[in-house]
């Protein structure tokens, strides 16, 4: 089958497609760019227009002149803005401003070699310092790893190249951040002093005790409507999460995994919050002139407005630190949450299943700090069991 610069040819078992590169100015050649497919016609059509349109972007334009820096600029454009939500492209287009394309940008794609990206690895972590001090984290190494590999496996498929060369390149093993642990005095000082803010004082108090309440996440918080809320069966249903990107936008996602969507159930403490809370909305409404609709956003300014996810986090490390309570972060109410629930005797899966964690273990590999006291829990009364002598009768 021909089309206009490219063309379909059986050949056996499989099929030749090719398809017309620019000329090329020095040499006045017009060169093709050739893949076998192997299944069947309508297999071979849909490469052919893939290529087609790779062509047209001029991402098979001179491929082995193209370089690492406009192969990625083309891969944001072409890939990740189809494909990702606004907030993962975003970071995307972070690291590659400010990390790989600096670093590697100047690169011939098809010359980029697994030493060289091992190379960038290590010059991350030891950024700035001889003894290796004052680089980025490794979970930070480890997310532009993720994008590099992805980039790399996407020009497989769009035939730039044959390997990945980041393949089998060892990235730093992943490190769990420390969190600062404060105990349940810390977080009844935190409610009281969110309680006393002069003006804005309803919706923090509410939204950090929704976090401490539920050990969910900031963004999923922010998300809530409330039709998420089911006071009468004491439930949260966590669908969506809310971010605010650097260009101001408010962008509401699903959450990223499907363990991400989950029911949580409320304690009665928390139901009562957001009963009063709501009670408060309404009349808040009132006095605005605007009708609460069940599909609103729980946590809003009194007009309506949005509020900014960062506010809520600066106003939580302030009232932290009023309470001595140096270094303890909103994210941190997720932290004592899910080790009070360990503490007491609560199944780790069940933990596992509130968090919205992809697996137990990950629950277990965070908070491996609380083995020690469930383990004093569970060995309490193991020696009389066994060990103790029967009484006499």
């Not at 010059?123 to 790399?152: C, F, I, N, P, Y």
Request: aromatic fraction near 8%.
């Amino acid at each position: 089958m021909r089309r206009a610069r490219g063309y379909i040819k059986k050949r056996g078992n499989s099929y030749l497609v090719a398809v017309s590169l620019p000329v090329d100015v020095k040499t006045g050649t017009n060169p093709r760019k050739w893949e076998t497919v192997r299944g069947t016609k309508a297999d071979a059509e849909k490469r052919l227009t893939e290529l087609l349109r790779l062509a047209d972007t001029g991402n098979l334009a001179n491929p082995a002149r193209a370089t690492i820096g406009a192969y990625l600029d083309s891969w944001l454009t072409n890939y990740a803005v189809p494909n990702l939500s606004p907030r993962t492209v975003e970071g995307y287009r972070t690291i590659i401003k400010n990390h790989l394309g600096p670093s590697l940008g100047h690169y011939p794609l098809q010359k980029l070699t697994s030493a060289r990206i091992a190379e960038y690895y290590r010059e991350k972590q030891d950024h700035g310092r001889k003894d290796g001090a004052g680089g980025l984290s490794s979970t930070t190494v480890r997310q532009h790893a993720m994008v590099l590999h992805k980039a790399m496996e996407t020009a497989i498929e769009w035939g730039l190249l044959a390997r990945n060369p980041a393949d089998h390149v060892k990235i730093p093993r992943p490190a769990f951040k420390e969190w600062a642990h404060f105990d349940e005095s810390g977080v009844r000082r935190i409610l009281e002093a969110s309680r006393e803010h002069p003006s804005q004082s309803t919706f923090l108090h509410s939204a950090f005790v929704v976090a401490i309440g539920t050990g969910m996440r900031r963004s999923e918080v922010m998300a809530l409507r409330w039709c998420d809320i089911d006071l009468k069966r004491r439930a949260i249903y966590v669908t969506r999460t809310l971010h605010r990107l650097h260009t101001g936008e408010y962008v509401i996602r699903p959450p990223k995994t499907a363990s991400g969507k989950r029911t949580i159930k409320l304690t009665q403490e928390v139901v009562e919050a957001l009963r009063k809370f709501r009670t408060h909305r309404e009349t808040e409404a009132v006095m605005q002139g605007i009708r609460l609709n069940d599909q609103d956003l729980v946590f809003l300014y009194g007009d309506g407005s949005h509020i900014r996810p960062d506010y809520v986090t600066s106003m939580w490390r302030k009232y932290a630190k009023q309470c001595n309570l140096q270094g303890v972060r909103l994210h941190d109410a997720r932290h004592f949450h899910a080790t009070l629930l360990l503490k007491k005797g609560v199944h780790p899966k069940i933990v596992q299943a509130r968090l919205g964690h992809g697996s137990v273990k990950v629950t277990m590999d965070i908070y491996s700090h609380a083995l020690d006291e469930m383990q004093d829990a569970a060995i309490e009364g193991f020696d009389e069991a066994v060990f103790a002598e029967p009484e006499e009768r």
